[in-house]
């Protein structure tokens, strides 16, 4: 068992790494009150810049194209970025991971991601044209449609949301919420997964679809706060869709199949969140050391008070453990794919933002009223990774699947 890394892991890592210390790590400043100026919900000329430079030094795209899985286009070559394997990529994201917008000034930002890998697999050449190639120049952004309102989302089966054959169109009726990136202005695509056919077989009922944002009867009703943050610029609205006609040659793959769609985007997608966790875990730990280190109390050092001792100990144990599982998870995806992986991947989904959370929820407690204040990064923080815990599925959903793996390795002794 061999856990050196290759020279290519070190390359592209050390390069981000490198990238954001000496531009992301000093941009922070013109972010913070870029943001606070004027309308929200606008680009940031911050970013931008910091793409132009990103692009220059060949950190672009570097999830793309995905691992495991082929286009059904022989044009994979033309839509892809620096083809790094989920390993590769793995530890780029948790450099990216350290700052909460950094991931974006790489093109590498969710849900962009995710609905790239869905164009690049299972797209035609005509979706790729229209909507992968601004996508993968950082001209537009995109939306994914999945959770309702209404219904219990975590069981994707519940969703109602109806995509209808109408001659040469489909008519999409219903709402969906949590559109993360539907508050950007410059979002312009939704991949939405509703039902094609409420009668068929349970998992044949879903399609996936691409809906231009422009279309008439497509409604932005509001954008959502998580734990009080807007997350401007890019938001998560709640979205109604009346009467919406889609051409159709706007369905993904095919009438049921939706599903399948989801498999292939969801499985690195859940990754991608855990990969960046570890990044903001090993920047809380840096914030809680440092301020330890600055403050006294009762005559000596809050750093050496026993208490801290144990913690700062704690979270060092459990980020090392916790990136060694996304790792392997990463590994297997690149080895045997996503399928095979997907235990792995459901339990680092589960394991990630617990972790995260505890770390960030003891720098706070270190910083003391200044860390629920908005004066530090890190309430914010734990409000993000606290929703990474509903995001691509809430924990009980991939405890459910790791136990009942668990219970089929005995079932025949039971019987």
């Known amino acids: 068992m061999d856990f050196s890394l290759t020279q290519r892991e070190r390359d592209f890592s050390g390069r981000v790494r490198e990238f954001m210390v000496r531009e992301v790590r000093p941009s922070l400043k013109g972010y913070a009150q870029e943001l606070a100026t004027g309308d929200r919900w606008k680009p940031l000329q911050t970013i931008e810049q910091l793409k132009d430079k990103a692009r220059g030094a060949g950190l672009w795209n570097l999830f793309m194209p995905p691992s495991g899985g082929q286009s059904?286009?022989?044009?994979?070559?033309?839509?892809?970025?620096?083809?790094?394997?989920?390993?590769?990529?793995?530890?780029?994201?948790?450099?990216?991971?350290?700052?909460?917008?950094?991931?974006?000034?790489?093109?590498?930002s969710a849900p962009d991601t995710g609905n790239m890998e869905v164009l690049h697999r299972y797209g035609t050449r005509a979706h790729k044209d229209r909507w992968l190639r601004p996508l993968m120049d950082g001209?537009?952004?995109?939306?994914?449609?999945?959770?309702?309102?209404?219904?219990?989302?975590?069981?994707?089966?519940?969703?109602?949301?109806?995509?209808?054959?109408?001659?040469e169109h489909y008519v999409i009726?219903?709402?969906?919420?949590?559109?993360?990136?539907?508050?950007?202005?410059?979002?312009?695509?939704?991949?939405?997964?509703?039902?094609?056919?409420?009668?068929?077989?349970?998992?044949?009922q879903q399609a996936m679809i691409l809906v231009d944002l422009d279309t008439p009867g497509v409604k932005i009703e509001r954008l959502?706060?998580?734990?009080?943050?807007?997350?401007?610029?890019?938001?998560?609205?709640?979205?109604?869709?009346?009467?919406?006609?889609v051409p159709v040659e706007n369905l993904l793959l095919g009438e049921g199949r939706g599903f399948e769609i989801a498999q292939g985007r969801l499985g690195p997608g859940?990754?991608?969140?855990?990969?960046?966790?570890?990044?903001l875990a090993e920047e809380a730990l840096e914030a809680m050391i440092r301020r330890l280190g600055s403050r006294t109390v009762f005559g000596k050092r809050i750093s050496e008070h026993s208490v801290w001792e144990e913690r700062i100990a704690r979270a060092r144990i459990d980020i090392e453990m916790t990136r060694l599982l996304c790792l392997k998870a990463a590994d297997m995806m690149d080895r045997a794919g996503n399928?095979?992986?997907?235990?792995?991947?459901?339990?680092?989904?589960?394991?990630?933002?617990?972790?995260?959370?505890?770390?960030?929820?003891?720098?706070?407690?270190a910083h003391g009223g200044g860390g629920v204040s908005g004066d530090f990064e890190l309430a914010a923080d734990w409000a993000h990774v606290r929703s990474l815990r509903f995001a691509d599925g809430p924990d009980e959903v991939h405890a459910r699947a790791i136990a009942r793996s668990e219970f089929a390795k005995y079932r025949d002794e039971r019987r």
């Open 72 to 108: 059904h286009v022989d044009d994979t070559f033309e839509f892809s970025g620096e083809r790094l394997t989920n390993v590769e990529y793995a530890l780029c994201a948790e450099e990216m991971g350290r700052i909460g917008w950094a991931s974006e000034v790489f093109n590498c």
């Open 139 to 167: 001209e537009i952004r995109s939306a994914f449609l999945m959770t309702e309102p209404d219904v219990a989302s975590s069981d994707a089966t519940n969703i109602g949301t109806s995509i209808r054959r109408d001659g």
């Open 173 to 204: 009726n219903g709402r969906k919420w949590w559109s993360s990136g539907a508050g950007d202005p410059r979002c312009k695509l939704a991949i939405l997964m509703g039902k094609t056919d409420p009668q068929a077989e349970v998992h044949r």
């Open 224 to 245: 959502l706060s998580v734990y009080g943050y807007d997350h401007a610029p890019h938001g998560h609205a709640e979205v109604t869709l009346t009467d919406v006609r």
């Open 270 to 279: 859940r990754i991608h969140h855990c990969m960046r966790t570890i990044g």
């Open 339 to 365: 399928k095979i992986a997907r235990n792995e991947i459901a339990m680092i989904k589960v394991q990630a933002p617990h972790m995260a959370l505890a770390i960030i929820d003891d720098a706070i407690q």
